[in-house]
């Protein structure tokens, strides 16, 4: 069965704490995507990647960062964690050509204290 | 500037009772559309797509209808039952892009037994 796995599923940091979000893949998909998910606002694009080494940045990067060492492992990073950014975190990949079809994580619920 | 609206947040329908989920877009370019379901603490999973140029498309229980002209889609659930009960969101996309969704904000359905 294909996965897209985020490492955890709940994590509480302190305000200031650098913060590591991991999602490994088994599908060999070009792109990978991190999302935010927050109540009215939907699933909002923090950055994607559609190579090894290579990162846009989607509609909310600020605060974040990511890493794409490998094809399949996509990292966000938060350099500084605030409050604002208490949220659900979702992972995602997809095959370069295909119109759509994600595949998404189970989603870290993070929290900022 | 939201480009794809779900402007019911939530919705409350019988089992066994149709079910109407709309979505308005505002972005011309897009011409893929899909809808994901998402259960709490579960990612995102894709329910059905279509293209844009198609005007329906149909998968057992869901029907999801395109109307260009209006830039709207709906998605409908025939019959309803519990387990359809999730968020669920609607996403466009630009082919040829670098293949990012835009989702809309999501509708809660609640299906009563």
């Known amino acids: 069965d294909v996965k897209v796995t985020q490492s955890s599923r709940y994590l509480v940091k302190r305000t200031g704490e650098k913060v590591f979000l991991e999602c490994v893949q088994d599908?060999?998909?070009?792109?990978m995507f991190w999302y935010r998910q927050d109540p009215g606002l939907g699933l909002r694009l923090i950055y994607f990647?559609?190579?090894?080494?290579?990162?846009e940045k989607g509609d909310i990067p600020e605060g974040y960062s990511v890493s794409r060492e490998k094809k399949e492992r996509f990292s966000l990073i938060l350099e500084s964690a605030s409050t604002n950014q208490t949220s659900m975190y979702l992972c995602?990949?997809?095959?370069?050509?295909?119109?759509?079809?994600?595949?998404f994580g189970s989603g870290t619920r993070l929290t900022v204290v | 500037d939201q480009q794809v609206k779900q402007n019911s947040p939530s919705l409350s329908v019988q089992e066994g009772r149709i079910s109407i989920l709309n979505c308005d877009y505002t972005?011309?370019?897009?011409?893929?559309f899909l809808w994901y379901k998402k259960y709490p603490a579960e990612g995102p999973t894709f329910l059905i797509s279509?293209?844009?140029?198609?005007d329906k498309n149909e998968d057992g229980r869901f029907t999801v209808f395109l109307n260009k002209s209006a830039k709207h889609l709906s998605l409908h659930i025939v019959p309803s039952q519990p387990g359809d009960s999730a968020v669920y969101f609607c996403?466009?996309?630009?082919?040829?892009?670098?293949?990012?969704?835009?989702f809309g904000s999501g509708t809660q359905l609640t299906v009563l037994p």
């Open positions: 995602a990949s997809s095959l370069l050509d295909r119109g759509g079809g994600y595949t």
């Open positions: 599908m060999d998909h070009e792109n």
């Open positions: 990647s559609y190579d090894v080494k290579m990162k």
């Open positions: 972005n011309s370019m897009f011409d893929y």
């Open positions: 279509i293209s844009s140029i198609k």
């Open positions: 996403a466009a996309l630009v082919s040829g892009s670098a293949r990012q969704l835009t």
